[in-house]
């Protein structure tokens, strides 16, 4: 019609990642994987970090990533990873795990100490190594993937707990600290997720692994914390997701688990 503007759009809009670069860490499996997958899918340019290089380079190739060795115990390895990153416009803290089901009175301090570095420790030290970039690329990301058990305490969980307490408060103060710059700071965290390793690293058998979802309809799987990741950092800027805590219907509580019998 004459005189009434053209708003028909002019061709595809773009991705809700285009011209951003998105770090995964702990993406060699698991929600880190499948976080790395998604993020692509939205236009990200993703940069995979994980200490297993072989599933690291296959999954980069097919998603059109770049994988960079990264082990967030090792501050040498951390300063390298950061040095190999011109631009860091969002960060994935997934590396993390847990590593025993025994109670405080026979707690084995080795785990307690490894569970710790990696979840918390080596959350830190990556955090602060990208944070210059994030803060330099103006609307800068941090998303911590913690869990319910930074929430609420369980019994033959202490180790975990404790760690994934450490990453909840990590990730409020450094809000707090970073409230006035262009840079936000987002927790997700997800209950029960059924992956291939993380209750088989944490029982140490496939038996004892299987028997915590026995039971259990549809836990949640790796793709579905993924889906809830990507919906958080594809908001608009101005638009904060502190905390976005994800189960099953399964799981009413930490505690309270509806298991199906024959």
């Known amino acids: 019609m004459p005189g009434v503007a053209d708003l028909s759009p002019s061709g595809p809009r773009p991705l809700p990642g285009s011209g951003r670069t998105a770090v995964v860490t702990g ?5 880190g994987a499948a976080t790395a997958e998604r993020l692509a899918v939205e236009g990200f340019d993703v940069v995979l970090g994980a200490r297993r290089m072989d599933r690291l380079t296959a999954l980069a190739e097919r998603i059109g990533a770049r994988a960079l060795p990264l082990d967030v115990t090792d501050p040498a390895s951390v300063e390298a990873f950061a040095a190999a990153l011109p631009r860091v416009d969002v960060l994935v803290n997934n590396a993390g795990g847990a590593f025993d089901t025994r109670p405080v009175a026979e707690a084995d301090l080795d785990s307690w100490a490894r569970t710790y ?16 970039a994030l803060r330099a690329s103006g609307a800068g990301d941090v998303l911590f993937v913690g869990s319910t058990a930074g929430l609420v305490s369980y019994e033959g969980g202490a180790s975990y707990t404790a760690a994934k307490h450490g990453v909840h408060t990590l990730a409020g103060t450094l809000r707090l600290e970073l409230v006035a710059e262009p840079v936000r700071v987002i927790e997700i965290a997800p209950g029960m997720v059924r992956t291939e390793e993380f209750s088989l690293h944490r029982t140490g058998s496939q038996e004892q692994a299987d028997a915590v979802y026995r039971g259990v309809r ?5 793709e579905d914390v993924a889906d809830c990741i990507a919906w958080a950092l594809t908001r608009p800027h101005h638009v904060n997701v502190d905390l976005l805590v994800v189960r099953p219907r399964a799981q ?3 505690h309270k688990v509806h298991r199906e019998t024959d």
Do not use: F, H, Y
């Open 252 to 254: 009413a509580a930490q």
């Open 117 to 132: 570095d990696v979840n918390v420790l080596g959350t830190v030290r990556l955090t602060k190594a990208l944070l210059p």
């Open 27 to 31: 993406a060699s499996s698991g929600i």
């Open 218 to 222: 549809e836990p949640l799987v790796a």
